[in-house]
């Protein structure tokens, strides 16, 4: 279901144009769309992939299970997938919900997410697992190497990851990974997945963003729906692996992806930071670091990872 509380808008996103009104013209300098004005019609930059629920779906169908309750939604703006989710997600349920467009996109620890209209993906994918939640440590991990391999199946074959679930390509942040719970109830946890991936940036929205960034476009044409709809399967497939398996399974292949595998890094926790050489994870997705004396477990809710050479 395409969720747009703006019709015109939406009709425009449909079909390309649309007669121009007040209306329709605050809403595209609002929400910072490009488009053309030819007096009589307003044309929708022609660059713009709006997500289409059918082209979605239609790489999507073969992971859902037909006895599954699925939610579906396509929001044109929203404040945050994952806030959105989390609060709504019930017991027995699948609900993908993707965005064009988030007010308040919400990042790892406590960071703001930048969510320009249009361009780039924006989902979470919320259900509940057994637990418990202690369990779930590899979670994020996972999912980021199942979001790895989306990505190099459709072209990109250099992207990996830095620890814990950065989406890094030619040493810039491609995307990013926010695994948000709901309290521990009877039936299990409740578990948010939230993917941002950089398709397309403009000079206004990267220069919000505080670190080294990379986006799609520079390395291939890549359809938003099918980036969409493969990496929702996925992602739907690798919640149920994980709720049967866990994450020990994947332990020996994290360093497959890992960037920065036998590196040496810096760790920073507040005001302090450690040196050493990153020799991986344990089998609760803590980091380890050698610092040449002492080997070193890092919580990826309480430290941030760099190469040394951006240091
Ligand atoms: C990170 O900081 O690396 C994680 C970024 C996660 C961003 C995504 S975009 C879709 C979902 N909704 C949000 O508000 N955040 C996540």
Redesign the pocket.
Known sequence: MIINPFPELEELLVNGSHPPTPRLLHLLEEMQIGYKDLGDKIVIDPSLEPFDETKIMSELLDALSPSESVRFEIYRDIG????HVLANVEYGQLYICL?EH?T??????G?R?I?PFGHNL???IGCYLQGPLEAFGGLSLLVGMRAVDVLRELGLSDVGLKWP??LILDRG?L????IEFKSQEDHGVGVVV???INLRMNDHHASQIDQNWSATESYLNLSRNVLAGRLSARLIETLREFDRHGFGNYLSRWQDYNLFAGQEVIVKRGSEHFIGIDRGIDEKGNLLLDTGSVMQRHNAGEVSLRPISDH
Do not use: H, M, P, V
């Open positions: 945050s997938t994952n806030e965005a988030q308040a996109g919400r990042g790892r620890r960071r997410w969510s924006y989902l979470s679930n950065d942040k995307g990013g990974i926010l939230g993917t941002g």
